[in-house]
């Protein structure tokens, strides 16, 4: 299996809320599917928002859908991340609270269980997903 990858987003998406919302068209095993993705920049802090933009240890990114009913977390645009604690993603549907770390949900109706994570690649400027053979992009 060879990996490939897709675009998500510029870091620079990233300084406004720590987080974004990427939404792709996927088609895998010959159907197409929407796949939502959040990336979280864990240096992000709102009280001085602003990211290295030539860093990329610090990104995590998983499936957008949480694990108790399959919603998607934001309240709003690409706001994700508890203002008080963004080390925290919240779901905006029941308040289930999930480690940006490791996707691992503290506390909620979903407690225990875990936001699926996406690997990821980069460039200098851009955040990226890598893919397998089996899973195609659609343009
Ligand atoms: S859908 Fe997320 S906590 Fe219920």
Do not use: W
Not at 46 to 63: E, I, L, R
Not at 64 to 87: I, R, V
């Amino acid at each position: 299996m060879s990996d490939q990858s897709i675009f998500l987003c510029h870091k620079s998406d990233l300084q406004k809320t720590g987080a974004f919302g990427a939404s792709l068209h996927m088609q895998k095993e010959g159907r197409q599917k929407a796949l939502d993705i959040v990336i979280i920049d864990m240096t992000y802090n709102p009280a001085n928002p602003q990211s290295d933009p030539c860093s990329h240890n610090h990104y995590k990114a998983f499936v957008n859908a949480c694990p108790h009913l399959g919603m998607p977390l934001e309240t709003f645009d690409h706001q994700f991340l508890d203002q008080t604690n963004p080390a925290i993603l919240i779901c905006s549907t029941h308040g289930a609270r999930f480690q940006a770390q490791d996707g691992f949900c503290l506390s909620g109706p979903c407690k225990g269980s875990s936001l699926t994570p996406i690997s990821l690649t980069f460039t200098e400027q851009s955040i990226f997903m890598k893919i397998s053979d089996n899973t195609h992009p659609k343009h």
